[in-house]
């Protein structure tokens, strides 16, 4: 069982940054694809980003410009940088690893990820 840690969020004025961090308990990040979903509450948990094994990316297209997924291997960590931020960027913001072989037509769907972390709140004043 691999176990995902989040952090990096935190409350933020409208217009600011955060750079969220995912870091896996096992030395696992080139093993897997990551994506970034986000919970706003009582909505439903929705796609944000994707990076596939061969770095591809994928977005949301609310987030698209604003948003960017990356990972570093040698230090065993995703990254979720989140520029521009509005308030309704608002929510809880959870990374997950699923498998490697993720198709580009399935990066949004929750269930093709395997392990999630326990979210981290985004909240953003305006």
């Known amino acids: 069982q691999v176990q995902l840690v989040e952090s990096g969020g935190g409350l933020v004025q409208a217009g600011g940054s955060l750079r969220l961090s995912c870091a896996p308990s096992e030395r696992t990040v080139r093993n897997y694809a990551w994506g970034w979903f986000r919970q706003a509450p009582g909505k439903e948990r929705e796609f944000v980003a994707h990076?596939?094994?061969?770095?591809?990316?994928y977005y949301a297209d609310s987030v698209k410009g604003r948003f960017t997924i990356s990972r570093d291997n040698a230090k065993n960590t995703v990254y979720l940088q989140i520029n521009s931020l509005k308030p309704e960027d608002t929510a809880v913001y959870y990374c997950a690893a699923g498998n490697i072989g993720i198709i580009a037509s399935a990066v949004r769907l929750p269930e093709q990820y395997i392990y999630w972390g326990q979210g981290i709140q985004v909240t953003v004043s305006s």
């Open positions: 990076i596939r094994w061969n770095s591809n990316t």
